[in-house]
């Protein structure tokens, strides 16, 4: 764990959050913010460490989807200290071609837990439904029910 060496702003923290949504959307350098030592947690993955771990982790998440888009202009935060928490909303289209919308499908609601120090991310816990297509119907009554009715 990197020692904090610099003191950092709520916004500052919250600016780090916002530029890694950005980044991912457009291609960028997402690995660029990361500390040397972070770990991410992505679900069904696992805790990724480091940034050779963390590059592996987002390639095989990548390959769940062709299209991603986060609304930085929607974002909730909660900021207290180092930890910034940001939920949040998606839209894209799946590695199979399905389309998925908050608010229209039943992915593309989230939350991530980060902490952000010395303007790098230390740590970055992502906590959502990783069935983006909405396939895993057949262990939840309610979603069996509704594509029965379909």
């Given at each position: 764990m990197t020692i904090s060496t610099q003191t950092m702003t709520r916004e500052q923290r919250k600016s780090v959050a916002i530029e890694y949504f950005?980044?991912?959307d457009n291609g960028g350098d997402v690995l660029g913010l990361f500390a040397d030592d972070a770990t991410?947690?992505?679900?069904?993955?696992?805790?990724a460490e480091g940034k050779e771990e963390i590059a592996r982790m987002f390639g095989d998440v990548a390959?769940?989807?062709v299209e991603i888009h986060h609304y930085p202009?929607?974002?909730?935060?909660?900021?207290?200290?180092?930890?910034v928490v940001a939920e949040g909303i998606t839209s894209g289209v799946t590695s199979d071609g399905t389309e998925w919308r908050a608010?229209?499908?039943?992915?593309?609601?989230?939350?991530?837990?980060f902490e952000i120090r010395d303007h790098k991310i230390?740590?970055?816990y992502i906590y959502?439904?990783?069935?983006?297509?909405?396939?895993?119907?057949?262990?939840y009554p309610w979603l069996a029910d509704a594509e029965a009715m379909a």
């Open positions: 950005k980044r991912f991410v947690y992505f679900p069904k993955w696992g805790v390959g769940l989807f202009e929607y974002l909730k935060f909660i900021i207290e200290d180092d930890m608010g229209v499908t039943h992915a593309g609601r989230w939350t991530d837990v230390q740590r970055c959502l439904d990783p069935d983006y297509a909405g396939a895993d119907t057949a262990r």
